[in-house]
């Protein structure tokens, strides 16, 4: 099935450091979801965008809708170790006025050294 | 306000056996989807269910089939179950079909042995 290009697939990074991660995809998305899934969870939403351009933020997570439509951006600032995990993007488009499914990227898995 | 609920949490299966996996939106929530989850594909859709209706359905065959009650809770079954089977199957929820937000349960591990 279609899936975003999401990168970087994983990264290691220093309590405190900031993190950026990003989903691209070639077609247009109408809307852009962010997710955070802990082993032998379900994903849990982070950020939901739904504007081109859009900027929002929750806690220290702040994720962007880019101008195309075509991508999305999510940062991390300040990580703590309870920041691990695998992040995942998620974009759905419209089809003549219906909601189209979710599709998902590939995740990037986070983790942070103490 | 209680989450997603997934029932099994684990289940192992036999090839070829068939299984029934449930699942209960958030209470409210009327639209249902599910999800395959491995780690080599990633997450996969499904199919949707809204007022008991199939909306939408993903590339899978036809052993697997979903169906949604009058009470929105759902249920996925899989047939003749083959060792590819096995994965995270995971159920979201939404108020409504055009509300984008998807809220996940934990899932059902399935083992196909």
């Known amino acids: 099935g279609q899936q975003l290009n999401q990168s970087p697939q994983s990264m290691f990074i220093q309590e405190g ?9 070639s077609s247009i998305f109408n809307t852009w979801l962010w997710y955070k899934q802990d082993p032998g ?39 703590i170790p309870s920041d ?6 998620a974009g759905r488009r419209n089809y003549g006025g219906s909601q189209g499914n979710l599709i998902f990227g590939k995740g990037t898995k986070l983790s942070v050294k103490p | 306000k209680a989450g997603v609920t997934q029932t099994p949490r684990y289940l192992i299966k036999t090839r070829g056996q068939q299984v029934t996996l ?21 997450l996969q859709f499904l199919f949707e269910y809204f007022s008991e209706t199939q909306r939408n359905k993903g590339n899978f065959p036809g052993r697997f089939s979903g169906r949604q009650f009058s009470n929105s809770r759902s249920e996925m079954n899989v047939s003749t179950l083959e ?3 096995s994965a995270l199957y995971l159920c979201a929820s939404s108020s ?13 591990r399935l083992t196909v042995v």
């Not at chain 1, 950020?47 to 195309?68: D, H, M, P, V």
């Not at chain 1, 691990?84 to 993007?89: K, P, R, T």
């Not at chain 2, 409504?96 to 059902?108: D, K, M, R, S």
Request: hydrophobic content about 30%.
């Open chain 1, 17 to 25: 450091e900031d993190v950026s991660m990003n989903c691209t995809s």
């Open chain 2, 83 to 85: 060792l590819g089977d």
């Open chain 2, 96 to 108: 409504i079909p055009t509300n984008t937000e998807a809220f996940f349960g934990q899932g059902t």
């Open chain 1, 84 to 89: 691990v995990g695998i992040y995942f993007c």
């Open chain 2, 22 to 42: 449930s699942c209960s939106p958030i209470s409210g929530h009327r639209s249902v989807s599910w999800y395959q989850q491995t780690p080599g594909q990633g």
């Open chain 1, 41 to 79: 969870e379900g994903p849990v939403l982070l950020i939901a965008l739904y504007k081109a351009g859009e900027l929002t933020s929750n806690g220290r997570l702040t994720a962007q809708f880019g101008i195309t439509r075509k991508d999305s951006f999510l940062n991390i600032s300040a990580s």
